[in-house]
T-cell receptor, first 114, second 111 residues
Framework: EAGVAQSPRYKIIEKRQSVAFWCNPI?????LYWYQQILGQGPKLLIQFQNNGVVDDSQLPKDRFSAERLKGVDSTLKIQPAKLEDSAVYLC????????????FGPGTRLTVL | SQELEQSPQSLIVQEGKNLTINCTSS?????LYWYKQKYGEGLIFLMM?????EEKSHEKITAKLDEKKQQSSLHITASQPSHAGIYLC???????????FGTGTRLLVSP
């Protein structure tokens, strides 16, 4: 079974630029999560999707971050414009609807904002 | 909101030694997850505990849940260099199917 795929693995941009990250969850997993992990901290949930609907986006900075999961499968997280404090690893995770809430994580995208 | 405190923050042990990592929650635990993360990589699921007193093992790693103390411990027996990494505990916040994570414990195993 293929795991959670993310791309790109690394991205370096200058502040005020835009960036997008892509995630493809494990096949059949209805729930998809995006986390932000700043160096030295644990992951922080940004947004949770159930199929193509948003379940929780209370910690998503909506003035600059957006995410979508149009067909209920893969998802895109966008930052526009980026700030220095957005430098972090962005992790995508998925879990099955009926399989408990154990989340399976992708390798992450390391973003550096200069 | 729920907060998880992990101790110690970092740990260096000699290969072959045992070690314990603790995770304490500020609120009632509905489910406690342990993950391992290697630098620059995603999180690898280790095990999940749901009931007070529950204990699970995977290879040389054992985790226990003390519901009354709102605490979980992760114990590694006879540590190996492959055990090195960051260990993160995560809790299901109030049963809402979203995880809150601790800040992690960085483990180094010296040969």
């Amino acid at each position: 079974e293929a795991g959670v795929a993310q791309s790109p693995r690394y991205k370096i941009i200058e502040k005020r630029q835009s960036v997008a990250f892509w995630c493809n969850p494990i096949s059949g997993h209805a729930t998809l999560y995006w986390y932000q992990q700043i160096l030295g901290q644990g992951p922080k949930l940004l947004i949770q999707f159930q199929n193509n609907g948003v379940v929780d986006d209370s910690q998503l900075p909506k003035d600059r971050f957006s995410a979508e999961r149009l067909k209920g499968v893969d998802s895109t997280l966008k930052i526009q414009p980026a700030k220095l404090e957005d430098s972090a690893v962005y992790l995508c995770a998925s879990s099955p609807w009926r399989g408990g809430i154990t989340q399976y994580f992708g390798p992450g995208t390391r973003l550096t904002v200069l | 909101s729920q907060e998880l405190e992990q101790s110690p923050q970092s740990l260096i042990v000699q290969e072959g030694k045992n070690l314990t990592i603790n995770c304490t929650s500020s609120k009632t635990l509905y489910g406690l997850y342990w993950y391992k993360q290697k630098y620059g990589e995603g999180l690898i699921f280790l095990m999940m505990l749901q009931k007070g007193g529950e204990e699970k093992s995977h290879e040389k790693i054992t985790a226990k849940l003390d519901e009354k103390k709102q605490q979980s411990s992760l114990h590694i027996t006879a540590s190996q260099p492959s055990h090195a990494g960051i260990y993160l505990c995560g809790a299901d916040e109030e049963g809402f199917q979203k995880l809150v994570f601790g800040t992690g414990t960085r483990l180094l195993v010296s040969p």
